[in-house]
């Protein structure tokens, strides 16, 4: 499995990015699609995540209403729609999947992970 993040940069406070995460090497049917972050010094933090096969999503409380996970099946590509964006959502974005069917917020429970992707927000 190999996952591609992209679309980071740098923007000011209220504005809006979309990260892609473009995945390959399997059938992603039965797939969990997972977002999290890192800022320096800072743990890995969930962000969102959504289930290939029916498109349920799952957000950490501070991304609800602001973030918008989707997925693309004839692309193999999921989004990460971000509005209005707070410095404190500065980090490195990174993009995972795991097996199964459980919109699972821990980092350690997904298998296959991308490179990341900075996204800086300016006050």
């Known amino acids: 499995v190999q996952l591609q993040a992209s679309g980071g940069g740098l923007v000011q406070a209220g504005g809006s990015l979309r990260l892609s995460c473009a995945a390959s090497?399997?059938?992603?049917?039965?797939?969990?699609m997972g977002w999290f972050r890192q800022a320096p010094g800072k743990e890995r933090e969930f962000v969102a995540a959504?289930?290939?096969?029916?498109?349920?999503?799952h957000y950490v409380d501070s991304g609800k209403g602001r973030f918008t996970i989707s997925r693309d099946n004839a692309k193999n590509t999921v989004y990460l729609q971000m509005n209005s964006l707070k410095p404190e959502d500065t980090a490195v974005y990174y993009c995972?999947?795991?097996?199964?069917?459980?919109?699972?917020?821990?980092?350690?429970?997904?298998?296959?992970w991308g490179q990341g992707t900075l996204v800086t927000v300016s006050s």
């Open positions: 995972a999947a795991r097996t199964g069917t459980v919109l699972a917020p821990k980092p350690l429970v997904y298998d296959y």
């Open positions: 090497g399997r059938t992603f049917s039965n797939y969990v």
């Open positions: 959504i289930r290939w096969s029916d498109g349920s999503t």
